[in-house]
């Protein structure tokens, strides 16, 4: 698996978390990293992508003005700031690589995934 997430965990409501996508056989600034999301009992859905060219940024409505997507291209990772976690925020968070040029919300764009890593927020 070329992606490789981790930095999950528990965490207070209004705390913070960063999650970290590392790449390894792929050069991550040739793709869009996107992140997504899957709560118990619901489907996966989009929470945020970067385009490395550009450094063009896109959030979900729910997450806007509380996460923030960054790259590293020295450390070919991609970042997930997590500020102001709600419980709604509890998922497990999943990265993704997609080889196409515009940013996307929907999964079936992305061709590589990472494996989840759990986010957890008590309130």
């Known amino acids: 698996v070329p992606l490789q997430a981790c930095g999950g965990g528990l965490v207070q409501a209004g705390g913070s978390l960063r999650l970290s996508c590392a790449a390894s056989?792929?050069?991550?600034?040739?793709?869009?990293i996107g992140w997504f999301r899957q709560a118990p009992g619901k489907e996966r859905e989009f929470v945020a992508a970067?385009?490395?060219?550009?450094?063009?940024?896109y959030y979900e409505d729910s997450v806007k003005g509380r996460f923030t997507i960054s790259k590293d291209s020295a450390k070919n990772t991609v970042f997930l700031q997590m500020n102001s976690l709600k419980a709604e925020d509890t998922a497990v968070y999943y990265c993704a690589a997609d080889r196409g040029y515009s940013i996307s919300r929907y999964q079936h764009t992305y061709d590589y995934w990472g494996q989840g890593t759990q986010v957890t927020v008590s309130s």
């Open positions: 970067i385009r490395w060219s550009g450094g063009i940024t």
């Open positions: 056989r792929i050069t991550i600034s040739k793709y869009i």
